[in-house]
């Protein structure tokens, strides 16, 4: 028998359930990777994430290279390039990791309907996530709005199934497997059409399996704390490696678990409370496949005040949010760091996205949408999900009344300003009871930190407080309507 192996998010050979199933159940096997032509196109994801993409299949092609077994890839659309595949290969199954996004759901289903036609079978497995949406229901079977719930469940079904991790396969069965096709080199980003980046994250599984290594032996015993201050190394950065499926879900539980018994300084509170974040990953996974209708529209229709009407103003203000140039400091060195290294610390993701949406009115999905293209990150779900959640439309979200300070947090969160400086160098030398609100300054003050509100660095585009009472009144007028 003779399989395809398609290849998605899911670029690694460890733990590897497609490549493992089909290694157990083919004599012969072709992996396959198929660049999206229109995906490509419509570039909703940037350079920053295409170049990622495209390190981890290097290092892809050489870990199945290792393994006897060439990386073939294509480009076009991914349905006919798959199935045109699997006939001219006469291949008798096409294995593939499942994707729960709307979007990938159509797609499957139509290579599966095609090659259905054609006689071939198509085998699909879970990978992206330790439980499906169907695995973790509520009592009645339905599917979960509230993260508590579902975390509550989605530990039972842990301890009840205890999930497995699989090993690479082994090579000495697997070169025997090879079908002699003849390797070629991957395009490069220009070559679709992307500009050149080196990922400000090392893309690749070898890279994942060695991040993951750090965290565990050290900072996940001081989560819980670390991963609110943007200044230094708290969280595990494994972000894009989850996204594109260069670590599994199942590994990253079960290396944080074992490090339990790690000798020396362990935290069970920390540790639970990094798991937490994965089980947030799956729960907005879940949240997109039972409720697809978040992907246009908001999750449930609360009373949120309007977002400020297209024009010139709205304009001004959204470019001044994505170049990061707002005056205000916490939000400008998170939208820079953004864009300098397609990455943001999570506790700045939601002081930009709050300052977006309730400080400046704008639409949470223009943010979304910016986000998408900029982060090597960008996953839907868990993009939507966040968004959403900030937006307060989402399922547990932040109470509507609640409005991030920016200056507020970041005197908590980044106290001496070490991370505003790092992204935002007109600050450089400006003192540290000035660094959260620069404005406040007084002119001596101004030409002492070489910088010069309104000329060095911008005068903030809007008065919190004053956005902060219009966005309030405006709520209690949506509530009374
Ligand atoms: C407005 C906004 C947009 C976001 N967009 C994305 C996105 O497109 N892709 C993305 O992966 N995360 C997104 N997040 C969630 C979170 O910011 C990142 O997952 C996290 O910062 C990644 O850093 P890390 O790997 O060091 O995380 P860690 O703190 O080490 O967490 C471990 C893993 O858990 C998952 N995780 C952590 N926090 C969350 C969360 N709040 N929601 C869902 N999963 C989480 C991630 O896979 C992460 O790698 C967004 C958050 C906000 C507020």
Same mark, same amino acid.
């Given at each position: 028998?003779?399989?395809?192996?398609?290849?998605?998010?899911?670029?690694?050979?460890?733990?590897?359930?497609?490549?493992?199933?089909?290694?157990?159940?083919?004599?012969?096997?072709?992996?396959?990777?198929?660049?999206?032509?229109?995906?490509?196109?419509?570039?909703?994801?940037?350079?920053?994430?295409?170049?990622?993409?495209?390190?981890?299949?290097?290092?892809?092609?050489?870990?199945?290279?290792?393994?006897?077994?060439?990386?073939?890839?294509?480009?076009?659309?991914?349905?006919?390039?798959?199935?045109?595949?699997?006939?001219?290969?006469?291949?008798?199954?096409?294995?593939?990791?499942?994707?729960?996004?709307?979007?990938?759901?159509?797609?499957?289903?139509?290579?599966?309907?095609?090659?259905?036609?054609?006689?071939?079978?198509?085998?699909?497995?879970?990978?992206?996530?330790?439980?499906?949406?169907?695995?973790?229901? !509520?009592?009645?079977?339905?599917?979960?709005?509230?993260?508590?719930?579902?975390?509550?469940?989605?530990?039972?079904?842990? $301890?009840?199934?205890?999930?497995?991790?699989?090993?690479?396969?082994?090579?000495?069965?697997?070169?025997?497997?090879?079908?002699?096709?003849?390797?070629?080199?991957?395009?490069?980003?220009?070559?679709?059409?992307?500009?050149?980046?080196?990922?400000?994250?090392?893309? !690749?599984?070898?890279?994942?399996?060695?991040?993951?290594?750090?965290? *565990?032996?050290?900072? *996940?015993?001081?989560?819980?704390?670390?991963?609110?201050?943007?200044?230094?190394?708290?969280?595990?950065?494994?972000?894009? $490696?989850?996204?594109?499926?260069?670590?599994?879900?199942?590994?990253?539980?079960?290396?944080?678990?074992?490090?339990?018994?790690?000798?020396?300084?362990?935290?069970?509170?920390?540790?639970?409370?990094?798991?937490?974040?994965?089980?947030?990953?799956?729960?907005?996974?879940?949240?997109?496949?039972?409720?697809?209708?978040?992907?246009?529209?908001?999750?449930?229709?609360?009373?949120?005040?309007?977002?400020?009407?297209? !024009?010139?103003?709205?304009?001004?203000?959204?470019?001044?949010?994505?170049?990061?140039?707002?005056?205000?400091?916490?939000?400008?060195?998170?939208?820079?760091?953004?864009?300098?290294?397609?990455?943001?610390?999570?506790?700045?993701?939601?002081?930009?996205?709050?300052?977006?949406?309730?400080?400046?009115?704008?639409?949470?999905?223009?943010?979304?949408?910016?986000?998408?293209?900029?982060?090597?990150?960008?996953?839907?779900?868990?993009?939507?999900?966040?968004?959403?959640?900030?937006?307060?439309?989402?399922?547990?979200?932040?109470?509507?009344?609640?409005?991030?300070?920016?200056?507020?947090?970041?005197?908590?969160?980044?106290?001496? !300003?070490?991370?505003?400086?790092?992204?935002?160098?007109?600050?450089?030398?400006?003192?540290?009871?000035? *660094?959260?609100?620069? $404005?406040?300054?007084?002119?001596?003050?101004?030409?002492?930190?070489?910088?010069?509100?309104?000329?060095?660095?911008?005068?903030?585009?809007?008065?919190?407080?004053?956005?902060?009472?219009?966005?309030?009144?405006?709520?209690?007028?949506?509530?009374?309507?």
């Amino acid at each position: 028998m003779r399989g395809l192996v398609w290849l998605r998010r899911d670029l690694r050979v460890h733990d590897q359930p497609a490549l493992t199933t089909a290694c157990e159940e083919c004599d012969e096997i072709i992996p396959l990777f198929v660049f999206d032509e229109p995906l490509l196109q419509s570039k909703e994801f940037g350079s920053a994430c295409v170049n990622f993409m495209l390190g981890c299949l290097d290092e892809l092609q050489a870990s199945l290279a290792a393994l006897g077994l060439p990386l073939q890839w294509r480009r076009g659309c991914q349905v006919d390039e798959v199935v045109r595949a699997a006939l001219e290969w006469e291949v008798d199954a096409v294995y593939w990791n499942r994707d729960y996004e709307p979007r990938a759901l159509l797609r499957d289903r139509a290579v599966q309907e095609r090659l259905a036609r054609e006689g071939i079978a198509a085998k699909t497995l879970k990978d992206h996530v330790v439980f499906e949406a169907e695995e973790v229901r !509520g009592a009645t079977g339905e599917p979960m709005q509230r993260y508590g719930a579902y975390r509550a469940r989605w530990w039972a079904k842990w $301890h009840a199934i205890k999930p497995t991790v699989r090993p690479v396969p082994d090579p000495s069965m697997t070169t025997r497997k090879a079908v002699r096709l003849s390797p070629s080199p991957l395009p490069t980003a220009k070559e679709l059409g992307y500009e050149h980046l080196v990922p400000w994250i090392t893309p !690749g599984e070898g890279h994942a399996r060695e991040q993951l290594r750090w965290f *565990i032996e050290g900072p *996940i015993h001081r989560y819980a704390d670390g991963r609110n201050r943007p200044a230094i190394d708290g969280s595990s950065k494994l972000s894009p $490696h989850l996204r594109f499926g260069t670590i599994s879900p199942r590994v990253a539980v079960h290396a944080a678990l074992e490090s339990l018994s790690h000798k020396g300084p362990v935290s069970r509170t920390d540790v639970l409370t990094w798991i937490d974040e994965l089980i947030w990953r799956e729960f907005f996974h879940q949240v997109l496949a039972a409720f697809p209708h978040v992907v246009d529209r908001p999750f449930r229709q609360t009373a949120v005040p309007p977002s400020r009407d297209p !024009g010139l103003e709205r304009d001004v203000l959204f470019q001044a949010w994505c170049s990061g140039r707002t005056g205000y400091p916490i939000v400008d060195a998170g939208m820079r760091q953004l864009n300098q290294t397609g990455w943001m610390h999570n506790r700045v993701r939601m002081i930009v996205a709050s300052f977006l949406i309730k400080d400046l009115r704008i639409d949470w999905q223009s943010g979304e949408r910016y986000f998408m293209h900029h982060l090597l990150d960008a996953d839907l779900a868990a993009n939507n999900g966040n968004w959403q959640w900030c937006a307060s439309t989402g399922t547990d979200s932040m109470p509507g009344y609640r409005i991030f300070n920016p200056a507020l947090q970041s005197k908590k969160f980044d106290p001496d !300003g070490v991370y505003i400086r790092r992204y935002v160098p007109e600050l450089a030398y400006v003192a540290a009871k000035s *660094i959260h609100e620069p $404005h406040l300054m007084t002119p001596e003050e101004q030409i002492r930190a070489q910088c010069r509100i309104g000329t060095d660095y911008p005068s903030p585009v809007v008065d919190h407080q004053l956005a902060r009472e219009e966005y309030l009144n405006l709520g209690k007028q949506e509530v009374t309507r």
